[in-house]
């Protein structure tokens, strides 16, 4: 409801700056011809922008400074002989139990009439701090607004100001994706420092065993060896990888390079529906068809194939992965000079030579730099695997047998019946960060590495 | 006037150059081009050129941007078969062989037509293996000293064995641009063509480059028939002894280079050579 | 003299042409392995989408069917004894009316409403069919009482009257009617009892089981005590929350982010740096934004678990680098004639961009958006760590309600117990998830290719 | 202004009973809203309970099990200091096979024995040396030794560890001369390569057992008797689960299943009073209630009384 | 020869057409610049160009390609501030005032001095709204009708408004090449510039449409001061009172555009103009 006053007064103000700001450069125009430098529109926003920043500089005080001085003044409506005996926790209860009754819900057991006062005062403080801070914000808002607006003349250069407001605004929403970074590294590395005050980094690190265990049973930690969710992850990424490569590289060239437009333009957006396809129906996909599938056909040929294991895994995982590397090698194909492949032929090599002796050369870094973008994926994936891959964290080096990943142990620690003030679910983080920094060198390099090809051809 | 009294002087000193017609006439026809059209999907590129090219001469293609040179180039060596939508008619014949016959192997064909290219297009090998490339898909060496002799000649017949010999496992696309382009003219060589196509060769070098590359055409039509196209009439002028002027996907006009320039017979073709189009 | 050279240079290329024919076979012969190689490839990568698909279709097609249980029921007064419904006229004042039409409701809620299910299940039974109340009552899903509660609540005047009532069949009697049970096993490993299944094919027989299509899965949020009442409703609001939250949130802030990087930042090592950090966030895995939703949003921002909004602010935060990068690129792809045009005319540079080369890079940019909502549409795992795994039985009102989200219904489902019913009924989820998915696409291809032709 | 949805969270053993509790409450209670359950775990339950009071943290937290010292500790931490307890029923967990496969009779010594890196043999600890469960007993069929047991991020697996192994190796009688961590370590130390640890749900457990038919799985007893058709219980010391057994406490395996309210939100979010009134009431989580119908097994209706009781008077403070 | 005696024709045909050098003595100097360099990044495309642009006249800068014609320019409406990494020194006066003075805003610079490109680049709205985007922008209209007034003088200056006047809501890019190329002109005239640069303005079009705006340009001239870059030593003498040569980023020899093209001063200049160098 406060909210929505505050926005529509807001609003009201912006307006009224605007058509303020609007009509005295139009005036202008009317007076001097075209000599004047800004559109009034300009001027308009000009004004529009410097009323605003009062009148959000005193929200933002209140903001940032008002919730203290309702506490205070919460506090001190507690009757002092009361507020002596109440520890902190009383007091936060107590402030509750007023704050609800300001709010007009009620509260539980009897209502002091000390409580009851205490309540209806905060009502109406809160009504007159929220009525004074609008006045204060439109006062000063409008205080700007005749400022601006007498600074208003021909040669004023309003549209340079707009315009470097709208700069700043550009700027700080592509701040945003470095606060991203900044907030994923700073959430990840506090808690993981907090897991690793309960087992020593090298344990982790460097552990071949994966057993964590309840603090209440026999009291000890458990095991937190990263090493076991580590192989995992890499078998599964492996076996992804070598169904996607061959398959994605080849369809990329074949479509690039063989299949005329119609069934290009037919084929092409058929794989990348797979690209499309969420990551839980794959999962599914392999949990229901593609895991007993492998297990009845190991089966049929004397193999004992687990139907989760790190095979279905890493199979439905490549199968996810090959519109990715397709279209990416498709891409840097593209980008492969036509000259290049004209020489070849000009010289009589065949289609597939031309591809193989010097399409495939030229672009090798860029597919390689698109390979290790697969594969940061590929290590990333989380439901497949944590549908399909088995949960078995153990060290062990059979594909046939049932894995865990990195991702699944988040997962799992983070959603568990685990102790969350312990190293059990703290240990989400630590995976969590291992996983952001084994992905970060990986799409790093990658990235560089597509780069120096791009610039190689450019 | 100057400007003109210049160009006079550039033109003869060209002119004499050349043979004179009457060496020509002894040059066999080689190519044989009748009524050939191109369509690159509903656009009709080239329409209905015929022409003989002469063996061991520089046969020069010249015409405004856009007037179908490097498209008639291509028909020659059945480039046009790796574009798309590209569909060729009319008939071209090589020593009197159809190369449109379709039992005829393209790749077969190309071993013995070469090309060149606007832009030097080394292949991202060393300097030897880009000219032992050809050779060695076609199988023309028995061993490594066979390869060796070829790429070695070849580099000399394109006058740059000289300057790479030093180097020659390095990476040609470290070379200079004018180096490149002679690379690229020696691995077209090593396949051992009987015809050399060449589309604009010299359009990215600067002028040093280019008349070193002027020169080696020349010596290298001893040996090869040789066709290009440049957009400079002053180069076609300098290394051709045959000239066709294309306009507007149509042979408009071709003869003895000297002909075509201090004479040409059609409107078009003295306006482009006057400036006044392109 | 020069016919000379001719004739002597001639056998020798010849000898070479042969050569060059002796290799032929062979190099033809690799030329088509290798055709044939990507031919396969493309016919597996295809063979497994429709592989997906098919599978997919035929597990959950059945899904969309299911059974109805159509019964006369009585509203029988010596049950259903808790006095008329108040009315307002009744009342004084607004607040004991209102008081008094809840606990009037209480009161209907606390009647054993099974007992009016009962009765008549047996009245359609044939006549001496021998059967205990606990059996009777597995075969209706045990939403039935409520039905038929609110139902009356609706209309109080139903008391002592009797109407043909459609009641959803439990799963168990789905199950056992679409032949996903083993009908051999004995009586230990069935969940329904002998008399249960025997009156079941009894009533399949004449008439009262039929099956017909499942609106429940449209029109019902998720259920747990009445398995087969359970609905996407819930999940697909919660996602179109989430949706709407990146459309408002990642669009302007990735369109803006990307033309400040593409247009007005200056070349230097900090543009450097922010433009790798994108490229690298874009290629984070997801789980890490769960994380960071998690730890930020949740642990330290104090919003709502489960809400809607802060999968939204999550998903936001893991879209914006696709749509920065796609944008950057459209930005990229604008031709310079058309800036220098602009600017030439004496426009600012502010002018240029949102006047002509924000404008032409529309289309590239809808498209983008769409495809980059499409992918956000389907994540799953990071709302998982944000609390999205709830079991929510409510349509979410607002973003701050709590919601799942399609694909997590999705994993809800899959790991239900009774998987003789949820492994269709997440199948037919699937396939809403994919329709929407492929909507989603179809309407970017759609779009990108007649706003690209109109420009 | 307040929050008016309750918001439940925690173990995912709990939540099916929770969340039919929440659809049956709202109808109940028309003039609530249907309330939030969601799942997170035990631990992520407990640590959404104890981030503090106020809107943005939930009301209630399931547990399939009690909260610890360091739980209760981080709460009174972060201001939440009125926490109730309320234990509703019990959930049973057993050891199922396929259904096609022989029938077992277990004993926790057996499955000590079978489970143990390390078992006793005339009071020395040697490598477990079984293959077969022949091997072990002569009454078990002679089948290989497997078995999927939960992973320690579950709640079943506390209860396996105490009621099952730790008894059985009691039983067994431990060596002399050992220290109180080599004993510790015989006593939850698992041989690696018979038994699986499934840290996924029990469908994940289900479909080890598909894949393998020699496989003997842990299970909640309510998952079991859902899918009766595939599977085939196992009897514990004679007794063959069921809730019957369970609620008369027969069978050894089960454990008491919990939810915690925070005190200090009951008056502020609307409901939550009716809400736990209505869970503990006859016919929710009695005998013959809604919940017994979706496999809870009914704890004795004293104890419910005196749950409530100590709820109330919690509320009465 | 027949090539040259072309040649002398089309020169003199064009050299008849401009004004006599007395006549142009009249003209007040508008854009004076000295010691103009410019880097791009390192390398220096410009070192030290001075020169004179009177008013009223047209003035061509001709040289061989990348010999720094289009960045000077560029200096001179400071389009090169929007090239990354382009240094611009020394000074340009218009009308004596700097145009690199730090406290003149460069969008009014550029309303003043108008720029018409290579490749003939309209916006890709309708024929109406690129001719009142520059009003529009610039404030030029107090209403509909004094915009209407405004884009039909200018299309009718370009020599457009006949041609288009039933299709003004058409878009531009509707429109033949020499009709975008008209249309661009109209477009910077429409903000009533009183400088306009042209930068090759009919390298992209046909003789026909090449005609046309040459002229289209003689009749501007009469209205405002032109400068226009063009690699057609043909088109300079057939457009232009004055000529600067340009060669290697050095302005080599400048001049009325007859004295340079028949009475060459320097050697370079001689050699381009004959042909040797380009
Ligand atoms: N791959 C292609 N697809 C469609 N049209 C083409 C293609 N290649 C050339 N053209 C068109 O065919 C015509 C002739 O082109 P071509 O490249 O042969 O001209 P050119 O004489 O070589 O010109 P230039 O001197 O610019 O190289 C042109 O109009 C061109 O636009
Ligand atoms: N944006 C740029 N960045 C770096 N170098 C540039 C840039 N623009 C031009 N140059 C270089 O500056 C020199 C002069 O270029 P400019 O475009 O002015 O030549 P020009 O005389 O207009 O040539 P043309 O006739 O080909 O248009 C050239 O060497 C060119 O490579
Ligand atoms: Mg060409
Ligand atoms: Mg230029």
Known sequence: ?458 | MDVLAGKVKVTQKTLDQTMNPAELMDHPIRLTARDVTVHYGAKQALHGISIDIPDRAVTAFIGPSGCGKSTFLRCINRMNDTIEGAKVGGRIELDGQDIYDPKLDVVELRARIGMVFQKPNPFPKSIYDNVAYGPRIHGLARNKADLDEIVVSSLRKAGLFEEVKDRLSEPGTGLSGGQQQRLCIARAIAVGPEVILMDEPCSALDPIATAIIEELIDELRENYTIVIVTHSMQQAARVSQKTAFFHLGNLIEQGDTEDIFTNPVNKQTQDYIMGRIG | MATDTVKSAAPEAASRTNLVRDSLRRRHFNERLFRALGLLAICVALGFVTLLFADVFRKGIPAFTQTNLHVAVTFDPEVIDVGPAPTSDQFTSEAEYNAASLKWQRDLALLNWNTIVEQALRAAAPAGTEIDARALLSIPETNARHVLREMYVKDPSLLGQTVEVDLLGSANTDNWVKGNIDRTLGDAQQQLSAEARALIDTFEADGTISTGFAWAIFTNVDSRSAPASAGLLGAFVGTLWMMLIVVVLAVPIGVAAAIYLEEFAPKSRITDLIEVNINNLAAVPSIVFGLLGAAVFINWFHLPISAPLVGGLVLTLMTLPTIIIATRGALMGVSPALRQAALGMGASKTQMVFHHVLPVTFPSILTATILGIAHALGETAPLLLIGMKAFVASVPATPLDQATALPVQIYLWQGNENRNFFEPRTAAAIMVLLAVMIFLNGAAIYLRSRLEKRA | QSRDTIQVAGSSTVLPFASIVAEEFSAVFPEFKTPVVGSGGTGGGLSQFCAGVGDNTIDIANASRQIREGEVEACTAAGVTDIREIQFGFDGIVFASAASGPDFALTPLQVYKAIAAQVVVDGELVDNPYTTWDQIDASLPAQPIMLAIPASNHGTREVFQERVVSAGFEEAGAPEGLSEEELEAAETTYRQDVVIEISGDYTETLARLNSDANTVGVFGLSFYEQNTDTLKVASVDGVVPSKETVAAGEYPVSRPLFFYVKGQHIGVIPGIEEYVQFFLSEGVAGEGGILEAAGLIPQPAEKTAEVLAAFEAGAAQ
């Open chain 1, 1 to 458: 409801m406060n909210t929505l006053i505050l926005a529509a007064a807001l609003l009201i103000l912006l307006g009224v700056a605007y058509q303020s700001g609007w009509s005295k450069g139009r005036s202008l125009v009317a007076a001097n011809g075209v000599t004047v430098h800004s559109r009034p529109q300009y001027h308009g926003a000009y004004v529009a922008l410097w009323a605003m920043i009062p009148a959000l500089v005193v929200l933002a005080l209140w903001g940032l400074f008002g919730g203290g001085i309702r506490h205070d003044y919460i506090v001190s409506l507690i009757p002092v002989d009361i507020l002596t005996a109440l520890d902190q926790s009383g007091l936060n209860l107590t402030i509750g139990r007023i704050e609800a009754l300001a709010s007009g819900y009620g509260v539980v057991g009897e209502v002091q009439p000390w409580e009851q006062a205490a309540g209806d005062a905060l009502r109406s403080f809160q009504f007159l701090t929220f009525a004074a801070v609008l006045i204060l914000a439109l006062v000063s808002g409008a205080g700007a607004l005749f400022y601006a607006r007498s600074r208003i003349t021909a040669r004023q250069r309003s549209r340079n100001a707009v315009e470097r407001v709208v700069g700043v605004v550009l700027l700080i929403c592509s701040a945003v994706a470095i606060l991203t970074t900044v907030g994923i590294v700073a959430s990840l590395v506090t808690e993981a420092l907090r897991f690793f005050s309960f087992i020593n980094p090298l344990d982790f690190f460097f552990g071949t065993v994966w057993a964590p265990n309840n603090a209440g049973t026999g009291g000890h930690y458990g095991q937190y060896g990263l090493l076991p969710l580590l192989a995992g992850t890499l078998m599964i990424t492996a076996i992804a990888m070598l169904v996607a490569v061959p398959v994605g590289l080849m369809s990329a060239i074949y479509l690039n390079q063989y299949a005329d437009r119609r069934v290009r333009g037919v084929a092409k957006p058929l794989i990348e529906i797979l690209a499309g396809i969420p990551t839980i129906v794959f999962g599914f996909f392999a949990l229901v068809t593609i895991g007993p599938f492998l297990r009845d056909a190991g089966a049929a040929i004397g193999l004992d194939i687990k139907a989760t294991s790190a095979l279905t895994a890493g199979v439905v995982m490549g199968i996810m992965i090959i519109p990715f590397v397709s279209s990416l090698s498709d891409d840097i194909l593209n980008q492969v000079p036509k000259t290049l492949r004209d020489g070849a032929y000009g010289l009589g090599a065949t289609q597939s030579e031309t591809i193989r002796n010097v399409l495939l050369p030229a672009a090798l870094p860029g597919i390689v730099g698109a390979f290790l973008l697969a594969v940061s994926r590929a290590i990333g994936e989380t439901m497949i695997v944590v549908l399909a891959a088995g949960n078995s964290p153990v060290l062990r080096g059979n594909p046939f047998e049932p894995v865990s990943t990195i991702t699944v142990s988040i997962v799992n620690q983070l959603t568990g019946d685990t102790d969350f003030t312990g190293p059990q679910s703290l240990v989400g983080f630590a995976l969590g960060l291992t996983l952001f920094v084994i992905t970060l060198c990986l799409n790093i390099f990658a990235l560089f590495i597509v780069r120096r090809f791009r610039e190689q051809y450019e």
